[in-house]
């Protein structure tokens, strides 16, 4: 093939010679112009400060061991997650006896739809459910376990915060409800 020759639109602003150069670790080097050659100082100075209390400490992977913090943490996507966050779209539907939505739901029916959601086929009944994964103590539940309540008659998904995300009852739309550890039967934590 022949060499092409680049053309420029206009669109972006040419980068002068005097262009600064900033160092993100574990990315690269790049050149933004001068304008903001204060503040790519101010950056690199930082990232070298870090680097250098890094010394001697069991560094993250990175460019030279180094990486920068996360910014913006992800959410786990697990299934409980994942069934977590569906229930939660089920937020003021309807409860009615039996139902398994995707309208309206009883206390088993909204946990076995959501985890449904996920790739998780559960039994249909609160008792059935109580059975499934592992058993988890209340001062280790996680967002979207199932927690067995009211003598095993009752189930919710822990939403954190001490909530129960759950189908209460005829008049009470799918809410989260309180849930305090003498109301637990069983916990339990389904794995993918």
């Known amino acids: 093939m022949g060499a092409m ?10 980068i002068t010679a005097q262009a600064a150069t900033i160092d993100i670790p574990g990315i690269g080097n790049f050149d933004v112009p001068d304008d903001f050659a204060p503040q790519v100082q101010q950056f690199n100075q930082a990232v070298k400060d870090l680097q250098s209390t890094q010394v001697g400490v069991n560094p993250s992977p990175g460019a030279n061991g180094f990486q920068l913090p996360e910014l913006f943490p992800q959410k786990q996507s697990g299934p409980a997650q994942i069934a977590l966050e569906a229930a939660q779209t089920k937020v003021g539907a309807q409860y009615s006896w039996g139902a398994t939505g995707p309208f309206s739901f009883d206390c088993s029916g909204l946990v076995q739809w959501a ?7 559960l039994p ?4 059935e459910q109580s059975h499934v994964g592992a058993p988890v103590a209340f001062q280790d539940l996680q967002p979207g376990d199932i927690v067995v309540t009211n003598g095993g008659g ?11 995300l759950n189908a209460v009852q005829t008049g009470t739309p799918v809410s989260y409800t309180n849930l305090r550890p003498d109301m637990v039967v069983t916990a339990r934590r389904i794995a993918a």
């Open 124 to 127: 249909r009944t609160s008792f």
């Open 5 to 14: 020759a680049a053309t420029t639109t206009g669109v972006f602003p040419a």
């Open 154 to 164: 009752h189930v919710g998904m822990y939403a954190g915060d001490g909530k129960l």
């Open 115 to 121: 985890y449904k959601q996920a790739g998780v086929d």
